[in-house]
């Protein structure tokens, strides 16, 4: 007998159909995806014509992307998605460790490796800052040789993804710490910036009349055999966006302020931004990375 | 003061920043989609791998879509959000009509007007049937001069849109009825077939164990002046997949049998199929469609 299909049975029939998926994890997800979906479509009634303003929309995000570009993350972040991903992968920690904060849309995996004391700049203008401090486990000991990977955007809000050749890297480096999980490096005063605002997310923070700024911020990732790997950024107190974060990244214990006076500086003379990165224990090395270097999601160059 | 993001105040913080959108219907709609993803997110725990593979996936749904093909509507169709809207759109229906059914990824806007009794068939082989019936409205009365579209795949499942020259086209066509509302044409008797499974959505359909097929149908788009467009398909009764059509796509009331031996046929000694359309009032000519030519969604080609 054919089932009649109607608004409500719908739902019950799409995960009837998909209850034979072997894999029990993707099984719930998409019986749960689909659930929430028709939800969504049900409480505000959606017709035909804004279903398809949805299926352009999500068209031109997917068209948009690049092996330099990542427009469907850029859509997560200003959804509320990735730092809701990043609440939910900090409440599993196992004991206490830094908060999550977004890996955003400009990581790569295959920044230089440098010394502890070198700069990150290659080429850009700006205040030079010396950032230092520990790499700490939840109980406060220094991880030896943590792995501290870096990248901020330059003075007009740029990555070096965006210019012009993003073949050439600059703003970005990896640093091993030393015994007691010590780094420090030199790099530019971190600057906030617009998210690309010229593809369709840009298109609908402009709809939403959201002004698509995010305070000035420098991102991490930084890992350890037997630790849970860390993506965070530091966030500069005071910046006019620090409460209207356009991808909702910012977290009280992420601000932190330049110290134009600091005697404990390792480079001396040169302002500072101290902060102390903790770790929970974990045994896979990573695991929490909400995102990836474009080019590993994307392989074909668009327009 | 910076307000403390966890996995729950997030959602508030997300819709908060949408507040102020101009359009209020956008705004309702984008506020409801974010808590009901949030929510999904939240009921599986997603974590930042699973995310990831979401991520990946959009964008190759994304970059699958050409002039030629919609992925992402096939997307929509596997998950049964084509027919929820086309459900809801029924439901808005003021006065008698017949169901809708998927336009799905195979329409475009500039088929061949021809005669009643013309053939769609241009190069295909197979049974030819002689479809018939009448344009009616939700008190049974003929609708003149309403125009009836139709399309359907050839006797190996494809439509011409899949064919190595896609711009070449076979089995649609357009048709004005009479003065009664009365239609007659020549097509083949139609077809199942499995939906596009070299995309994204074919890997998600193998990973759930889904068969991919969809029962023998032909394809109606029916409009006339002073009527709310009608999109929708008949199904053949007996096909093996009537009862778990991958796109949730067939009504009890849309399933229709061959007459091989009907003497009120229009061609003599030709099979046939009859149906009679019902169309209900409305102000708006195109008003139901959920779908559009994919050549009206993507204009850059891909790969």
Redesign the interface.
Known sequence: ???????IT??E??TD??S????P??????A?????????????????????EG??F??????K?TAHR?E??LL?DT???????????D??AVGAATKSSLLGPFYRHDAPMMKLGDSIISKSPGTEVCFYGQVIDSNGKGIPNALVQVWEPDETGNYDLQKHDPSEMDLRGCFKCDAEGRYYFRGLCPTGYMIPMDGPVGDMIR????HGYRPAHIHFVIGAPGYRELVTALYVAGDAH???D?V?G???SL?ISVNKNDAKSPIAKMPTIHYDFQLAADKAWT??????DPSQ??S?I??
């Open positions: 007998m054919t089932k009649t299909i109607n608004e719908i739902t029939a799409a159909q998909m034979g998926t072997p894999d994890r993707l099984r719930k997800i998409m749960s995806l689909v659930r929430h979906l028709h939800e969504f479509a049900r409480e505000v009634d959606l017709t035909a014509d804004e279903w398809l299926i352009k999500l068209t031109a995000v997917g068209q992307c990542q469907f993350i997560s959804l509320g998605m990735s730092a809701l991903i990043n609440a939910l992968h409440k599993r709809a939403q009349k959201r620090i409460d209207s356009t909702f910012v977290s009280d601000v695991s929490g990375r909400v995102g990836a999601i994307t074909k668009g327009a």
